[in-house]
């Protein structure tokens, strides 16, 4: 049975990995020779070959029903009139709420002039079944009541996200949340009186309870992620500290919440079952009803429905008596997660929650003593090292020592939460106080833990090689005593110790002036952030915006690979001009990285600011860097800093946000603009914009591939259908960041200039 689980699971894993969903003629035809194998092939390994074709054509059929729904491309940016119910709760932020509706109707009420497409070919389209959206609604006018029913007027696009390298994938995480289509709302036409009192009406009222009980914020945010998992309202700061002090999994409903309440069903059946042996099943069945009743109040969101179906693979396992051991249910567990939600193989928190159950199995089998507890939680914290550092680049040292007393209070703080609750329905504020207490000694534990100076270890993303040693050496740390000497763990972690690759991939054979380049221009939607690489010198060119929320398009796009290279500094910082889209996330980067010199066609405040003009250049390692303009022009958009990159070889032209008459002017005054070298690359410049890139420009440098940086389905049509026209009339071969994903640039010295996409690059069939 064992062998047969882990071939489904295996099944699982290739169809996520898809580039495209095998179609439906194909999986018919991959069925019939599966079925034809069963009864006539001949192989011991028939089986494991069976089931795990099984699993690939399950998970393939669903991918396609999922997609089905998707709201088509040619439906980008058309406007909807929308009726539905608001379902989970609102993130109520200022000056904007974001919520799901669960839609009951759509009417078609026209398209904006750039979606490229007519009404009588929208209105053609009779099989739209779109289930789940996500909105905004921006500056509202009234608040938003979970299953309440309203209707909208609504701008929508298809599922879409960023793609950049080492980023998060908000596709895959729309589609695995079924949601078909995202947007705004452009107008509240009416709510229903009725109001639809499910769970999700029962957690809004149990948020509101929690508001009016307490006045500090991280409080009333930690009790309201412990009952109802909502965890908009903890800070950033809140977050640091947790996963400092390793109690992140405490304040997030997880495997932990939901099999402790499990647990308390189980007790409370066993209690109840003494005074009447004929319901046995008791213990069972109100272990999975209260399981699945917090299940449902905590939001019913992925990682809780894993935890939920895990509680009620074991316990059905036992009330039917099969006669199974605990590993193969572990299996089981695995496997039906899977069939609910097949594209949780690919999720960090899959792997983290079977992982931890495993280890806990395994060191459950062993021997127990009175200190089993303590050794438990640094046998875990040794366990899941591999895990902490792939997904998060260091682990916490004070977790198993904070976790002993943590683990129970917060199990006890469960118990008392939803008590008070009880009791505030009938307005007996019994177990206030009490509440208040333990919160507060949480928060404490949390804030003595977090601030000792070697709570945290943070190993700058350790390479894969070094994490493989690692578990290797956890496996031997695991193991029966006996089998292999514990001693050779040691050399096993020493990878970690080291801050260069284990693996140098780097030919020595290179010189110090190899003329080598690359660069990365992100998709970092409207707006322009460039990377230029050149061994261990960088160059970034333009950040990208800066949101209302706080965030900005940096920390979405290009931080995570900043992260994942280690790069804590960079040697040069180019401000094209003082545009919120190219700039915008200058603030956020001097918290991440040091900054040597910054070039700006501005002034801001900044000590180690320099301004670009023409003529200034430098060299680095064989590349020369030089602005052909900046900081002259009647706007900011002219007084953007021009730059070019080139090794003799390969170019790279990034020109910012100037207009027809600055690349006129550039054209004349700089002769190797002309056609003695063709440009290999050419940013264009305002994102596509018809006020540049001009058939003077674009016949005098030629550009081999031209890159529009530009955010998906933007309000103002960038990149013009025009200026590909333009491009393309040139020869050139267009890329769009919104469309493409990233873009990276490499040049190696006696190689052809290699241009590679990340949608293309790293294509998954949900995107």
Same mark, same amino acid.
């Given at each position: 049975m064992r062998s047969r689980m882990i071939a489904i699971a295996v099944g699982f894993l290739c169809a996520a990995w898809q580039p495209q969903v095998i179609p439906i003629a194909g999986c018919i035809c991959i069925a019939l020779l599966t079925l034809v194998y069963a009864f006539y092939g001949g192989s011991s390994y028939k089986p494991f070959f069976i089931y795990c074709c099984a699993a690939f054509l399950y998970a393939s059929c669903w991918g396609h029903w999922q997609l089905s729904h998707k709201l088509p491309d040619q439906l980008l940016r058309s406007d909807w009139v929308v009726s539905g119910k608001l379902v989970g709760l609102p993130n109520v932020e200022e000056g904007v709420i974001r919520f799901n509706l669960d839609v009951k109707s759509m009417e078609l009420l026209r398209l904006s002039a750039n979606s490229q497409i007519s009404i009588q070919k929208a209105n053609a389209i009779t099989d739209l079944n779109v289930r789940l959206l996500k909105l905004a609604w921006y500056k509202p006018t009234k608040d938003l009541i979970p299953g309440q029913y309203i209707k909208l007027i609504v701008r929508l696009k298809p599922p879409h996200s960023l793609v950049n390298p080492s980023g998060f994938d908000y596709e895959r995480w729309l589609l695995t949340h079924k949601i078909d289509a995202t947007g705004y709302v452009r107008e509240f036409l009416g709510s229903e009186g009725y109001i639809d009192q499910g769970v999700t009406s029962l957690r809004y009222a149990i948020n509101k309870l929690i508001e009016s009980r307490y006045e500090e914020p991280r409080d009333r945010a930690l009790v309201q992620a412990l009952v109802t998992g909502y965890k908009d309202n903890l800070s950033q700061d809140d977050w640091d500290k947790l996963r400092e002090s390793g109690t992140v999994h405490l304040a997030v409903i997880s495997g932990l919440h939901i099999g402790f309440i499990a647990l308390v069903g189980w007790w409370l059946g066993r209690i109840l079952s003494a005074f009447t042996p004929r319901l046995y099943y008791l213990p069972y069945l109100l272990s999975v009803i209260l399981a699945g009743l917090y299940m449902q109040i905590a939001g019913g969101e992925v990682p809780t429905q894993r935890a939920?179906?895990?509680?009620?693979?074991?316990?059905?396992?036992?009330?039917?008596?099969? @006669?199974?051991?605990? *590993?193969?249910?572990?299996?089981?567990?695995?496997?039906?997660?899977?069939?609910?939600?097949?594209?949780?193989?690919?999720?960090?928190?899959?792997?983290? &929650?079977? =992982?931890?159950?495993?280890?806990?199995?395994?060191?459950?089998?062993?021997?127990?003593?009175?200190?089993?507890?303590?050794?438990?939680?640094?046998?875990?914290?040794?366990?899941?090292?591999?895990?902490?550092?792939?997904?998060?680049?260091?682990?916490?040292?004070?977790?198993?020592?904070?976790?002993?007393?943590?683990?129970?209070?917060?199990?006890?703080?469960?118990?008392?939460?939803?008590?008070?609750?009880?009791?505030?329905?009938?307005?007996?504020?019994?177990?206030?106080?009490?509440?208040?207490?333990?919160?507060?000694?949480? *928060?404490?534990?949390?804030?003595?833990?977090?601030? $000792?100076? *070697?709570?945290?270890?943070?190993?700058?993303?350790?390479?894969?090689?070094?994490?493989?040693?690692?578990?290797?050496?956890?496996?031997?740390?695991?193991?029966? =005593?006996?089998?292999?000497?514990?001693?050779?763990?040691?050399?096993?972690?020493?990878?970690?110790? =080291?801050?260069?690759?284990?693996?140098?991939?780097?030919?020595?054979?290179?010189?110090?002036?190899?003329?080598?380049?690359?660069?990365?221009?992100?998709?970092?939607? $409207?707006?322009?952030?460039?990377?230029?690489?050149?061994?261990? @010198?960088?160059?970034?060119?333009?950040?990208?915006?800066?949101?209302?929320?706080?965030?900005?398009?940096?920390?979405?796009?290009?931080?995570?690979?900043?992260?994942?290279?280690?790069? /804590? $500094?960079?040697? @040069?910082?180019?401000?094209?001009?003082?545009?919120?889209?190219?700039?915008?996330?200058?603030?956020?980067?001097? $918290? *991440?990285?040091?900054?040597?010199?910054?070039?700006?066609?501005?002034?801001?405040?900044?000590? /180690?600011?320099?301004?670009?003009?023409?003529?200034?250049?430098?060299?680095?390692?064989?590349?020369?860097?030089?602005?052909? =303009?900046?900081?002259?022009?009647?706007?900011?958009?002219?007084?953007?800093?021009?730059?070019?990159?080139?090794?003799?070889?390969?170019?790279?032209?990034?020109?910012?946000?100037?207009?027809?008459?600055?690349?006129?002017?550039?054209?004349?005054?700089?002769?190797?603009?002309?056609?003695?070298?063709?440009?290999?690359?050419?940013?264009?410049?305002?994102?596509?914009?018809?006020?540049?890139?001009?058939?003077?420009?674009?016949?005098?440098?030629?550009?081999?591939?031209?890159?529009?940086?530009?955010?998906?389905?933007?309000?103002?049509?960038?990149?013009?259908?025009?200026?590909?026209?333009?491009?393309? &009339?040139?020869?050139?071969?267009?890329?769009?960041?919104?469309?493409?994903?990233?873009?990276?640039?490499?040049?190696?010295?006696g190689q052809a200039c290699s241009t590679t996409t990340m949608r293309k690059d790293e294509k998954r069939f949900w995107r």
């Open positions: 939920f179906i895990m509680v009620l693979v074991f316990m059905l396992s036992g009330l039917l008596k099969w @006669y199974i051991d605990i *590993w193969q249910r572990w299996w089981l567990a695995l496997v039906c997660v899977l069939i609910f939600s097949p594209l949780a193989v690919l999720e960090m928190g899959f792997w983290l &929650s079977f =992982s931890a159950v495993a280890l806990l199995i395994w060191f459950g089998q062993q021997p127990l003593r009175w200190y089993s507890i303590i050794k438990i939680q640094f046998l875990l914290l040794i366990g899941m090292l591999p895990f902490y550092l792939y997904f998060f680049s260091g682990v916490s040292l004070v977790a198993p020592l904070v976790n002993i007393i943590a683990i129970p209070l917060v199990s006890f703080l469960i118990v008392i939460i939803a008590a008070n609750l009880i009791f505030s329905g009938f307005s007996i504020p019994l177990l206030s106080e009490f509440e208040s207490v333990l919160v507060d000694l949480f *928060w404490t534990l949390v804030d003595m833990s977090a601030d $000792q100076a *070697w709570a945290y270890l943070a190993i700058d993303n350790p390479s894969l090689e070094a994490i493989v040693f690692a578990a290797i050496g956890v496996i031997i740390l695991i193991m029966p =005593s006996g089998l292999v000497p514990k001693y050779l763990a040691f050399f096993c972690f020493l990878p970690l110790l =080291s801050h260069e690759p284990f693996i140098d991939s780097v030919d020595e054979k290179k010189t110090v002036d190899d003329k080598s380049f690359s660069a990365i221009v992100f998709d970092i939607g $409207q707006g322009l952030s460039v990377l230029i690489e050149v061994g261990d @010198y960088r160059v970034l060119y333009d950040t990208g915006a800066a949101y209302p929320s706080g965030l900005s398009a940096f920390e979405r796009a290009v931080l995570p690979y900043f992260k994942q290279e280690r790069i /804590k $500094q960079l040697d @040069y910082m180019v401000l094209s001009h003082n545009d919120n889209d190219h700039v915008g996330g200058f603030a956020k980067i001097k $918290q *991440w990285v040091d900054i040597k010199t910054i070039y700006s066609s501005f002034h801001p405040t900044h000590q /180690k600011i320099r301004t670009c003009k023409e003529g200034v250049r430098w060299r680095i390692k064989g590349v020369d860097f030089e602005f052909l =303009s900046g900081s002259k022009g009647r706007n900011d958009n002219d007084r953007s800093c021009v730059l070019l990159v080139s090794n003799g070889d390969c170019s790279l032209l990034l020109p910012g946000d100037i207009g027809k008459a600055v690349e006129s002017k550039m054209v004349l005054k700089h002769k190797r603009l002309k056609i003695d070298q063709p440009l290999t690359w050419l940013v264009a410049s305002h994102h596509g914009s018809r006020t540049s890139s001009s058939d003077t420009f674009l016949a005098a440098t030629l550009p081999k591939h031209v890159i529009f940086s530009a955010g998906y389905g933007n309000a103002f049509n960038h990149p013009h259908p025009e200026v590909v026209r333009r491009a393309k &009339s040139y020869a050139a071969h267009t890329y769009t960041t919104a469309l493409d994903g990233a873009v990276l640039l490499k040049s190696e010295a």
